[in-house]
Nanobody, 116 residues
Framework: QVQLGESGGGAVQAGGSLRLSCAAS????????MGWYRQVPGKQRELVAS???????NYADSVKGRFTISRDNAKKTVYLQMNGLKPEDTAVYYCNVEAANYRTYWGQGTQVTVSS
């Protein structure tokens, strides 16, 4: 059993910052990619940012320059530092982890609300 525990969501005003965390627990020995997705009602879940085991990163164009993804392999944790938040960043944010055996896991989601 693998579980992903997310934290750090909340409500902020435009221009503010939040830091999301996601820790993997259970029987998971090695992790490939880790990432954050987001979803708003009526729309598909979209990739926000991802980070490979070697540290290379990928960002959605809409968050480049504002969000930073990082990971702590020893803690099996991925972070998303979100600065300069905009109302259009409002969504439920989901953590995603790909284990070394290529199975993927999702967190339960954390709400981020940005008011103008």
């Amino acid at each position: 059993q693998v579980q992903l525990g997310e934290s750090g969501g909340g409500a902020v005003q435009a221009g503010g910052s939040l830091r999301l965390s996601c820790a993997a627990s259970g029987v998971i020995f090695s992790i490939n990619d880790m990432g954050w997705y987001r979803q708003v009602p009526g729309k598909q879940r979209e990739l926000v940012a991802s980070i490979a085991s070697i540290g290379s990163t990928n960002y959605a164009d809409s968050v480049k320059g504002r969000f930073t993804i990082s990971r702590d392999n020893a803690k099996k944790t991925v972070y998303l530092q979100m600065n300069g938040l905009k109302p259009e960043d409002t969504a439920v944010y989901y953590c995603n982890v790909e284990a070394a055996n290529y199975r993927t896991y999702w967190g339960q989601g954390t709400q981020v609300t940005v008011s103008s």
